[in-house]
């Protein structure tokens, strides 16, 4: 059984709220500030939490407090309610954080680092956050992800937590942020939503109800948006935010068992993956190979192409690019540098996977990786596919002046004699 979990977001998601919601499911607000003044910023806040009601029902709201600014030089005060991406990233590699919740939360970063800078028209790297760099912010951000750890959450096939989410509501009106007044949804959570392709929908309320930081969140560690994945739910966690609004401002985080690591299709687990597409008519065959290695070396799952017809009856190629949703935009890269597209289609697709693992086999001639595949029935593995390495065979086959199918036999034949 793995432990998954799902956010219910029916007045949305913000940073403050996902940290309530953890705490509200036992994570200790002493363990959080242990492992959060490894960033370097005890000096800075204070964390505690609450329990509040929200129209009669009872939640968890998470303060954080900034010290007050006259225990800081001017110059201090003004730094710590803005940084750039690369300082993060070094509070982050420097605290000696749990190894998921150093990944997850360097990622959440990073997404919300492009997308701002996509937003503004700037490098990565040169985002200046506000807001998003402030101290809450960032103690929301890494703190959730030390709650998901604490508690359990399986991880996928991408090392990502097992969470799955509602969608969205949009919200509506304006709000007063570091550039001035903005419509809601910001253009932040606008770029994130597009760069995941997330599911939203109106629920008629007009205020901020899904936050930068909440976005990034969201988008940056859900598996899959839509409905509650096959579960036991053994908790739920309740979390919310500062606004109240005409329903109970509360984010839901059902805490479960599932029983294998993601969803369960007719086939296999499903998984989000995105369809990456360009025609091209004008691009050397030599430059479409090298644009093939690029992107697969950059980690995309497959590429291929097809021939079609174009316009002007001229011949051209589909290229097309599999990948995982947060690898989008080092693809998108690719293609627009290495080719002379203008304009690559992008969509998000699920796709039902088995569970594989590599095995070792021993013949006459050597060693030979083996891929063996397999779906869960009733906690039993069945095996579904045996492949032998390509490459492995190849290079035996090679070397002992055999046919590569030769090789290829030998290799399945060692591995069934083993599992028979």
Same mark, same amino acid.
């Given at each position: ?21 953890? #705490? ?6 002493? /363990? ?47 730094? +710590? ?16 954080? %749990? ?62 937590? $097992?969470?799955?989410?509602?969608? *969205? ?13 903005? &419509? ?14 997330? %599911?939203? @929908?109106?629920?008629?309320?007009? !205020? ?18 839509? =409905? %509650?994945?096959?579960? !036991? ?19 839901? $985080?059902? *805490? ?15 998984? &989000? ?6 025609? *091209? ?8 190979? /090298? ?26 190629? $589909?290229?097309?690019? +599999? ?6 935009? !080092? ?21 039902? #996977? *088995? ?9 006459? @001639?050597?060693? #030979?990786?083996? !891929? ?10 069945? +095996? ?18 055999? %046919?590569?199918? =030769? ?14």
């Amino acid at each position: 059984m793995s432990r998954v979990a799902y956010l219910q977001c029916p007045t949305g998601i913000s940073g403050d709220m996902c940290l309530g919601a953890v #705490i509200s499911l036992g994570v200790p607000v002493e /363990y959080l500030v242990d492992k959060l003044n490894g960033l370097g910023i005890a000096q800075e806040y204070k964390l505690w939490a609450e329990l509040v009601l929200r129209h009669g029902q009872q939640a968890t709201q998470a303060h954080v407090d900034l010290l007050d600014a006259h225990h800081h030089h001017h110059e201090e005060h003004n730094h +710590i309610h803005g940084r750039h991406l690369p300082e993060i990233e070094k509070m982050i590699l420097q605290a000696e954080l %749990p190894a998921r919740v150093e990944a997850w939360s360097l990622e959440i970063f990073r997404q919300l680092a492009i997308a701002e800078g996509a937003v503004h028209g700037i490098a990565p790297s040169k985002v200046h956050f506000h807001e998003v760099g402030a101290v809450d912010a960032i103690v929301d951000i890494v703190g959730t992800c030390l709650g998901l750890d604490w508690l359990g959450i399986a991880s996928n096939q991408q090392g990502l937590p $097992l969470l799955y989410c509602s969608p *969205l509501p949009t919200g509506g009106g304006v709000v007063k942020a570091a550039h001035g007044q903005m &419509t809601v949804p910001v253009p932040a959570v606008l770029k994130l939503w597009e760069m995941r392709g997330c %599911p939203v @929908y109106s629920n008629g309320i007009a !205020k901020e109800l899904v936050t930068p930081t909440g976005a990034a969140i969201a988008t940056t560690l859900v598996t899959d948006f839509g =409905e %509650p994945p096959p579960m !036991k739910i053994s908790k739920i966690g309740l979390g919310t935010g500062c606004l109240n609004l005409p329903i109970p401002n509360i984010l839901r $985080l059902w *805490l479960g068992e599932s029983s294998d690591n993601s969803q369960v299709g007719s086939i296999g687990n499903l998984e &989000t993956i995105s369809v990456l597409e360009t025609q *091209l008519d004008d691009l050397s065959p030599q430059a479409i190979g /090298y644009v093939l290695e690029a992107l697969l070396a950059t980690g995309a799952l497959d590429v291929f192409t097809q021939s079609i017809g174009m316009k002007k009856s001229r011949p051209g190629i $589909l290229l097309t690019v +599999i990948c995982y949703p947060e690898d989008i935009s !080092k693809c998108e890269t690719i293609l627009f540098q290495e080719t002379t597209t203008l304009g690559i289609r992008r969509s998000n697709q699920q796709r039902g #996977i *088995l569970s594989r693992e590599m095995q070792v086999v021993e013949t006459e @001639y050597g060693s #030979i990786g083996v !891929k063996v595949a397999w779906r869960l029935e009733r906690q039993e593995k069945v +095996i579904m596919n045996v492949q032998p390495e390509y490459e492995d065979c190849a290079d035996l086959a090679r070397k002992y002046s055999l %046919p590569w199918q =030769e090789m290829q036999r030998l290799a399945l034949q060692s591995w069934y004699s083993q599992h028979n």
